[in-house]
């Protein structure tokens, strides 16, 4: 059973996609993903279809993003169209099956059914009835419409019914100021770094793994219970951040297992340390390019050296996307075809670190690692998530086997951890 929410809400138009936007976009037709987020959450007692179609009603209105749907130029170019009102769909499904199972057949058909965005809402809400109660609530938004840090806003905004007026520049915005003067000044000099990083990065890594998996990329897990202990004995010895703690460890981690030295990192950044962007519910986050040398240094020294290169790279990650694009295809036709960068870091930890306990050489011993298929289509040849998961660290590694074997990729991940147990040891004598 279907039913239409009818919705209406402040601002409407059109325009460019927003930078965040555009980036978003630029990765969904370069590896051919529609990017969904969203999952299952169960019910409380007492919900009825009512009250979940006024909370979709509530999105819908108050978040331009939701009402957004992509128009297209003769060249091809996306633009974004906010509409000030309309209906949407929220999907009641009986069941006299498990209703859990339900609802992950639910989640996983609103993840893969394909997606028109030019007359779809870039949200699919449901929820799983069973024996006469809703026991789960399954909704999924589409990444072009949402980053993980805009999601923790909505959220938290769902959840308390804000009524106050949205805060922050929503895409509209964001897109009349990226083609203003300030906009244009941000993004050369964004650019203008970007252009001495690639031309000061090292030779490309003219390497193809000798054991070629079937398929291709493969996801990679490890939990590190260490990871937090010894994050937590080098923040008091060099006064430096988990993420700048880890990105050092990281860049000593390729450099023994690669041989690349100085080793260029593209850094996910939230970008809401921006003004207007600390609270929007819409994707900013882009990628910041950065080189951290390594060589003969102590680890200390690598600490510094990457909370120079990372302050430097987040200062210059808010760019118009196409116009990077086209930066890094012109020196990459000058440098050669297997030039790219090949090393990507997302730090998505709180930023509360979690309770951290226990010996650090026991901790390591409780480590583990598993490898699972991922997919045959083009992505990145080594991209790391880092989060939160209780009071350890999870490492989430997607690895191009075509470029390195998951034996190779798993010793990247394992040295990192190495690399911070060790420089934390040391530290405490």
Excluded at 340 to 350: E, M, S, T, W, Y
Excluded at 374 to 403: E, I, M, N, Q, W
Aim: proline share 7%; hydrophobic share 40%.
């Amino acid at each position: 059973m279907r039913i239409l929410v009818a919705f209406e809400g402040a601002g409407a138009g059109e325009a460019p996609l927003s930078w965040g936007q555009r980036d978003i976009w630029a990765s969904m037709t370069r590896f051919g993903e529609q990017l969904p987020l969203g999952g299952v959450t169960p019910l409380p007692p007492g919900r009825s279809v009512e009250d979940v179609a006024a909370e979709l009603r509530y999105l819908m209105g108050r978040y331009q993003v939701l009402r957004t749907r992509l128009r297209f130029a003769g060249d091809g170019t996306p633009r974004q169209v906010v509409a000030a009102g309309g209906t949407a769909t929220l999907e009641v499904l009986d069941t006299d099956d498990d209703a859990e199972a339900s609802a992950g057949r639910m989640l996983d058909r609103f993840r893969h059914e394909p997606v028109d965005f030019t007359s779809d809402w870039p949200i699919r809400m449901g929820v799983v009835r069973h024996a006469g109660r809703l026991t789960h609530l399954c909704a999924v938004i589409w990444h072009i419409a949402m980053d993980r840090s805009g999601a923790a806003v909505m959220l938290r905004e769902v959840a308390a019914r804000v009524q106050e007026p949205v805060s922050g520049m929503q895409p509209l915005e964001q897109a009349g100021w990226q083609a203003s003067d300030a906009g244009a000044r941000q993004s050369r000099s964004a650019l203008r770094h970007w252009e001495r990083v690639l031309r000061a990065m090292p030779p490309p890594w003219p390497r193809s793994s000798r054991r070629r998996e079937r398929p291709r990329h493969w996801k990679g897990r490890l939990v590190s219970p260490a990871i937090p202990l010894a994050t937590r004995v080098l923040a008091e010895r060099t006064g430096a951040d988990p993420s700048t703690t880890l990105l050092a460890g990281f860049a000593v981690a390729v450099r023994r297992c690669a041989g690349v030295d100085p080793v260029p990192v593209l850094l996910v950044t939230s970008n809401r340390f921006r003004p207007g962007l600390a609270d929007v519910v819409a994707p900013v986050a882009q990628p910041g390019l950065c080189l951290v040398d390594v060589a003969d240094a102590t680890f200390e020294q690598v600490v510094a050296g990457a909370q120079r290169a990372a302050t430097t790279a987040y200062k210059h990650a808010y760019y118009d996307t196409a116009s990077k694009e086209s930066l890094v295809a012109r020196i990459a036709a000058e440098r050669g075809p297997q030039f790219r960068v090949d090393f990507h870091l997302n730090d998505r930890r709180g930023p509360v670190p979690p309770p951290a306990r226990g010996s650090l050489r026991e901790a390591v011993t409780r480590r583990t690692l598993d490898w699972t298929p991922f997919k045959d289509t083009p992505s990145s040849r080594l991209f790391v998530h880092v989060d939160d998961a209780g009071p350890a660290t999870a490492l989430t590694c997607y690895a191009d086997t075509h470029h390195l074997s998951l034996a190779e990729a798993s010793t990247v991940l394992t040295t990192l951890e190495t690399v911070l147990t060790d420089a934390a040891l040391q530290a405490m004598g």
